[in-house]
């Protein structure tokens, strides 16, 4: 079982917060798929044999791609995997983007799970992040994505913005909820370095939400979430019952997965590639049959680390049994000497056999699994 993962990097405007790779959107869009196509011919041996369980459009901006374009790379995908009816297919949209034409023409496409990217339902917040869409544009693409048959919906929403509150995130936790979507994804907000945002925070002229006010905000997600019947999964994803992402958890139960375009990331289990983060050194290596990536080969103590860092941001945690049997004695002992008083604390538990952190502690699940990595001195 594989993924594959297109990175669309097209985007009409920068938003502020962003540090995904994108370009501004250009001629390049209509090469785009035919570039694609060669890359997966190049590079499908690097999960050879494997049933395609998941393909994901992501960005960038994939709604920017026509239907057609969309389905040129898919037909590209069936021609050297095989594709099930119940394989998962994701693409990312933007609020402002989606029409009926472009959703009828998705769905005709093959996509089946459409993944929104909200941010918010309030446009003062929408509007401090440098997003293309209103509050109303929001609420309308997800209605206008049910009438045009996707059961599947996923938004995202983002929270910690400097100036929310408890009621300002409540407010579109509970728009997000009184919508029929069946997958939400809460990311708190960060500032990465080359952003705008990561800028004015060095400048002074944002200033980081208090901790305790992102506390809060998480709690009331975890208590909403669970009045409306979904279930927290991981840290930043939570679904109704039979809707997790299996793209994303994929991710986390070390699936093998392709990415294809510029930036994207690769990964089969012994090997990680990473595609060069230039639009053009991309595109020039794929027309020379050379493609510009870089990649390492993964030690078993690089594996043991990824395995803490990917399975304990989730509900299912890790299974010391298997981890036992494919890892040596002394890297398993390390790991669960420093569990130890987090275990006493009861920030971490072990409940059949897996080592799992309680979801009321997932928010600082980052420092937990931090004291767990193993570090050669
Ligand atoms: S957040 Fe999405 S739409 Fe905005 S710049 Fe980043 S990739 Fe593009």
Redesign the pocket.
Known sequence: MAGIYIHVPF?K???LY?D?Y?IGTSSKISQYPILIEKELSLRKNFIANQRIDTIYFG???PSQLEPLQIDYMLKSISKEFYISHDTEITIEV?PDDISEELLQGYRLAGVNRISI?IQSFIDDELLFLG?RHNAQAAEQSVILALNNGFKNISIDLIYGLPNSSIDSWRYSLEKAFSLNIKHLSCYHLTYEEGTVFGRRLKNKKIEEIDESISIQQFDLLRELSIKTGFTQYEISNLAKENYHSRHNTSYWQGISYLGLGPAAHSYNGDKREWNSSSYNDWAQGIESEKPALEYEILDEQTKFNELLLTHLRTIWGLNLLSLKKDFNKTLVNQMLKSAEPYLKTGKLSIVDDCLRIPSKYLFTSDGIIGELIQIDD
């Open positions: 985007c405007k920068k938003c962003c995904f994108s960005g960038g901006t933007n990217g997003r």
